[in-house]
């Protein structure tokens, strides 16, 4: 497993942009497919984003697409979301995670072994 450790939440106006960060340790961080989930009060935890191991496939929720881009830097063990158009249906705790190889789909957050303590993003109208 790794540890992961988010960061760059915080209040923006709508149409405003946010970049998150995601801290990674451990040496197997470059054998994971990496996930942004993000859980709004009262709502299931829902995919947002991933990236796989070598960075060259993405993939998006739908409400998302056009808006937020995911990249990873393997060399320092990052994984960031860019956001961009933000709206106030995107305010939620943002979590970073990490699917091992062959643990099914990273739409799913239960396929995924670690988690960050997750970020506040908050847009305001």
């Known amino acids: 497993q790794v540890q992961l450790v988010e960061s760059g939440g915080g209040l923006v106006q709508a149409g405003g942009s946010l970049r998150l960060s995601c801290a990674a340790s451990?040496?197997?961080?470059?054998?994971?497919?990496m996930g942004w989930f993000r859980q709004a009060p009262g709502k299931e935890r829902e995919f947002v984003a991933a990236i796989t191991r070598s960075g060259g496939n993405t993939d998006y929720v739908d409400s998302v697409k056009g808006r937020f881009t995911i990249s990873r830097d393997n060399a320092k063990n990052m994984v960031y979301l860019q956001m961009n158009s933000l709206k106030p249906e995107d305010t939620a705790v943002y979590y970073c995670?990490?699917?091992?190889?062959?643990?099914?789909?990273?739409?799913?957050?239960?396929?995924?072994?670690?988690w960050g303590q997750g970020t506040q993003v908050t847009v305001s109208s």
């Open positions: 995670a990490a699917k091992p190889r062959l643990s099914g789909s990273y739409y799913y957050p239960s396929n995924f072994n670690s």
């Open positions: 451990g040496r197997t961080f470059s054998s994971n497919t």
